[in-house]
C-alpha cells in the first residue's frame, strides 16, 4: 500500500552555480563563449584532418573521432547550462534528464577507450615501427573506433536503465548544474544496492581497464625512447607522444576528482564538474594543435589555400 500511494518524480530542479542574477549573467557569457570556441575547434580540427591528405594517417584518424566526441559531449552539457543560467526555474524533465545522463556516460566512457586505442597507436607506432602499416591497417583502426562507440553506448545505456529503475518519490532537487549519475542517484528512495554496484563495476573494470592499457603503452614507449642513443630520436617520440599525455592526464585527472567525490553540491565539486565537462572538451583541440607540429602545418596549408571560384 506504501508502494502505491508513492507520488513519482517527474521533474527535477538543477541546484545552479549562482543565485544572483548579475553572476548568471557573466558565466551565461563565458559559458557560451566556451562553448562556441569548443565547437569550433573542434570542428575545425576535424576539418582539417578530412581535407589534408598528410593527416589520413591511423593516429589523425582517431584524433577526428576524439574531436567529435568533445563537441558531442560538450553539447550534451552546455546548452541546458546555458538555459538555466537565464531562468529563474532550473527545471529538467524525468526524460530529458535520464538522456543526459545516458549520454554523459556514454560520452565519458567512449572517450576513455579512445585515449587507450590512440596510446596502444602510439605503442604500435614507437615500439613497432617496421610492422606499424600493417598492424595499424584501415579494418583495425575502424574495429578500434567501433568497439569504443559500442563500450560507451552500453555503458550508458545499462547504467541509466539501472538508474531509472529506482523509485524516486521526493525530494527532486539535484545538487549539480547538470544531471549527472552522482547527485540524481542519492534522490533515490528505493534500495540503490543495484545501481551502485553498476556503476562501481564500470568505473573498476573500464576506468581501471583502460588505465593498465594506458600505463602499459606509455611504459613501453618511455623504455623504447630512453633506449635510443640519438637525442634528435628521443625528442620526436616524447614531442608526438606528449599531447596525447596531456590529454590523458587532464582526462583521468579531472574525472577521478569530480567522480570520486561525495555528491554533496559543494563549491569544489561544482567546479571540478565545470572543468570536467566544460572546460576539458575546449582544451583538447587546442593541446593537440598548439604542440602538433604537423595540426599546424595542415592548418597554415589549409590557411593558404586560394578559394577557386566558379561561375
Same mark, same amino acid.
Request: overall charge positive.
Given at each position: 500500500?506504501?508502494?502505491?500511494?508513492?507520488?513519482?518524480?517527474?521533474?527535477?530542479?538543477?541546484?545552479?552555480l549562482?543565485?544572483?542574477?548579475?553572476i548568471?549573467?557573466?558565466l551565461?557569457?563565458?559559458?557560451l563563449?566556451?562553448?562556441?570556441?569548443?565547437?569550433?575547434?573542434?570542428?575545425?580540427?576535424?576539418?582539417?584532418?578530412?581535407?589534408?591528405?598528410?593527416?589520413?594517417?591511423?593516429?589523425?584518424f582517431?584524433l577526428?573521432?576524439?574531436?567529435?566526441l568533445?563537441?558531442?559531449?560538450?553539447?550534451?552539457?552546455?546548452?541546458?547550462l546555458?538555459?538555466?543560467?537565464?531562468s529563474?526555474?532550473?527545471?529538467?524533465s524525468?526524460l530529458?534528464?535520464?538522456?543526459?545522463?545516458?549520454?554523459?556516460?556514454?560520452?565519458?566512457?567512449?572517450?576513455?577507450?579512445?585515449?587507450?586505442?590512440?596510446?596502444?597507436?602510439?605503442?604500435?607506432?614507437?615500439?613497432?615501427p /617496421?610492422?606499424?602499416? =600493417?598492424?595499424?591497417?584501415?579494418?583495425?583502426?575502424?574495429? $578500434?573506433? #567501433?568497439?569504443s562507440?559500442? @563500450?560507451? &553506448?552500453?555503458?550508458?545505456?545499462?547504467?541509466t536503465?539501472?538508474?531509472?529503475?529506482?523509485?524516486f518519490c521526493g525530494?527532486?532537487?539535484?545538487?549539480?548544474?547538470?544531471?549527472?549519475?552522482?547527485?540524481?542517484?542519492?534522490?533515490?528512495?528505493?534500495d540503490?544496492?543495484?545501481?551502485?554496484?553498476?556503476? /562501481?563495476?564500470?568505473? =573498476?573494470?573500464?576506468?581501471?581497464?583502460?588505465?593498465?592499457? $594506458?600505463? #602499459?603503452?606509455?611504459?613501453? @614507449?618511455? &623504455?623504447?625512447?630512453?633506449?635510443?642513443?640519438?637525442?634528435?630520436?628521443?625528442?620526436?617520440?616524447?614531442?608526438?607522444?606528449?599531447?596525447?599525455?596531456?590529454?590523458v592526464?587532464?582526462?583521468?585527472?579531472s574525472?577521478?576528482?569530480?567522480?570520486m567525490?561525495?555528491?554533496?553540491?559543494?563549491?569544489?565539486?561544482?567546479?571540478?564538474? =565545470?572543468?570536467?565537462s566544460?572546460?576539458?572538451?575546449?582544451?583538447n583541440?587546442?593541446?593537440?594543435?598548439?604542440?602538433?607540429?604537423?595540426?599546424?602545418?595542415?592548418?597554415?596549408r589549409?590557411?593558404?589555400?586560394?578559394?577557386?571560384?566558379?561561375?
Amino acid at each position: 500500500m506504501e508502494a502505491a500511494n508513492t507520488t513519482r518524480v517527474t521533474v527535477f530542479v538543477l541546484q545552479g552555480l549562482s543565485n544572483n542574477p548579475h553572476i548568471q549573467i557573466v558565466l551565461f557569457v563565458i559559458f557560451l563563449v566556451i562553448y562556441l570556441l569548443t565547437l569550433t575547434g573542434n570542428l575545425l580540427m576535424l576539418l582539417v584532418i578530412r581535407t589534408d591528405s598528410h593527416l589520413h594517417t591511423p593516429m589523425y584518424f582517431f584524433l577526428s573521432q576524439l574531436s567529435f566526441l568533445d563537441a558531442f559531449y560538450s553539447s550534451v552539457i552546455v546548452p541546458k547550462l546555458l538555459e538555466n543560467l537565464l531562468s529563474k526555474r532550473k527545471t529538467i524533465s524525468f526524460l530529458e534528464c535520464f538522456t543526459q545522463i545516458a549520454l554523459v556516460i556514454f560520452a565519458g566512457a567512449t572517450e576513455a577507450c579512445l585515449l587507450s586505442v590512440m596510446a596502444y597507436d602510439r605503442y604500435q607506432a614507437v615500439c613497432h615501427p /617496421l610492422l606499424y602499416v =600493417v598492424t595499424m591497417n584501415k579494418k583495425v583502426c575502424a574495429g $578500434l573506433v #567501433g568497439a569504443s562507440w559500442a @563500450i560507451g &553506448m552500453g555503458t550508458g545505456l545499462l547504467n541509466t536503465i539501472l538508474l531509472a529503475q529506482q523509485q524516486f518519490c521526493g525530494p527532486n532537487y539535484i545538487r549539480s548544474f547538470a544531471c549527472e549519475f552522482p547527485p540524481v542517484l542519492l534522490l533515490a528512495c528505493s534500495d540503490p544496492y543495484i545501481s551502485i554496484a553498476s556503476i /562501481l563495476t564500470t568505473m =573498476v573494470v573500464l576506468g581501471l581497464g583502460t588505465l593498465v592499457l $594506458l600505463l #602499459g603503452s606509455y611504459t613501453h @614507449i618511455i &623504455m623504447t625512447a630512453l633506449g635510443i642513443n640519438a637525442a634528435s630520436g628521443q625528442n620526436k617520440i616524447f614531442s608526438t607522444c606528449s599531447s596525447h599525455f596531456l590529454v590523458v592526464t587532464i582526462f583521468y585527472g579531472s574525472g577521478v576528482f569530480r567522480y570520486m567525490t561525495p555528491a554533496s553540491g559543494s563549491a569544489l565539486e561544482q567546479v571540478l564538474s =565545470v572543468q570536467y565537462s566544460v572546460v576539458t572538451p575546449l582544451l583538447n583541440p587546442l593541446i593537440y594543435s598548439l604542440k602538433n607540429q604537423e595540426v599546424k602545418a595542415a592548418l597554415r596549408r589549409m590557411l593558404a589555400r586560394k578559394p577557386r571560384l566558379t561561375f
